[in-house]
């Protein structure tokens, strides 16, 4: 099944960076509807989010992309992450728009697209920008790709 159907993105919907680009940290745009947006192009400083036209997908040039997280939070569909691989860490800064909202330093239940538990994460840092926040937190490098979104522990 593909996310049409499930309405679950798996690694294979997606044009994904190489190891030494995720070292430097980069942007994951998992956005593949069709439809009219384009915030993350006109947020990007840097050019490194394009599309051919209004209604095509956002691509990311990798080598360009810096990581600035600027993207994350303009997009109306939460579709964007950003990913830092360090050492056997990986830093993935995600928008969350859920209460409670954590804090620097607390522990939450790391998940991925189906919302299942992979794991604990730290929280690295939390920044608000407009009415999203962008949680970064710090789990283990093999799930780089697999978490995008967190739980907060009572």
């Known amino acids: 099944m593909g996310y ?8 294979d919907d997606l044009k994904l960076p190489n190891e030494e680009q995720l070292k430097k940290g980069v942007a994951i745009v998992e956005c593949l509807e069709n439809i009219p947006c384009n915030p993350c192009v006109e ?4 050019g ?3 599309m051919r036209d209004l209604n095509d997908t956002p691509k ?5 992309c810096t990581g600035c997280k600027r993207c994350i939070a303009v997009c109306p569909g939460l579709a964007i992450f950003v990913v830092k691989l360090e050492g056997e860490d990986a830093l993935i800064s995600l928008p969350y728009e859920f209460l409670p909202v954590p804090k620097k330093g607390d522990v939450v239940f790391a998940l991925d697209r189906e919302g299942k538990v992979r ?8 920044r608000k920008v407009g ?11 093999e799930d780089a790709m697999v978490v995008r979104n967190i ?4």
């Open 4 to 11: 049409k159907e499930d309405g679950v993105i798996s690694i």
């Open 43 to 46: 947020a990007c400083p840097f």
């Open 48 to 50: 490194a989010i394009t």
């Open 60 to 64: 990311v040039n990798y080598d360009k």
């Open 119 to 126: 794991g604990n994460a730290k929280v690295e840092e939390v």
């Open 131 to 141: 009415k999203t926040h962008i949680i970064t937190i710090r789990t283990k490098k």
């Open 151 to 154: 739980r907060v522990v009572k």
